[in-house]
């Protein structure tokens, strides 16, 4: 599966972004899916992730109730819902195909998009 995510621009602390991922080829269908992000000199990181029927949702602690992710399977797209944005949330994000059950990500990285939270 090839991913794009976009959505990432600059925002004020306390204001919201909407993050898309666009995904190709038949690996996304019945694949759990995962927003993960990336700050300068730390580990990437999973915040958000939905099952392939979206019944299912998880978030770290960091974002949860900010949050929220869900998906269009038919449009082969992931959403990442961002509220309350604080310059902690500032990375590159990114989305990929996860395991439900170690919430690792497989596959390639696709591009992320930036998100800089201003304070």
């Known amino acids: 599966v090839q991913l794009q995510a976009s959505g990432g621009g600059l925002v004020q602390a306390g204001g919201s972004l909407r993050l898309s991922c666009a995904a190709s080829?038949?690996?996304?269908?019945?694949?759990?899916m995962g927003w993960f992000r990336q700050a300068p000199g730390k580990e990437r990181e999973l915040v958000a992730g939905?099952?392939?029927?979206?019944?299912?949702?998880y978030y770290s602690d960091s974002v949860k109730g900010r949050f929220t992710i869900s998906r269009d399977n038919a449009k082969k797209m992931v959403y990442l819902q961002m509220n309350s944005l604080n310059a902690d949330d500032t990375a590159i994000y990114y989305c990929?195909?996860?395991?439900?059950?170690?919430?690792?990500?497989?596959?390639?990285w696709g591009q992320g998009t930036q998100v800089t939270v201003s304070s």
């Open positions: 939905i099952t392939w029927i979206g019944g299912s949702t």
């Open positions: 990929a195909p996860i395991y439900w059950t170690s919430f690792r990500p497989f596959g390639s």
């Open positions: 080829g038949p690996t996304f269908s019945g694949s759990d």
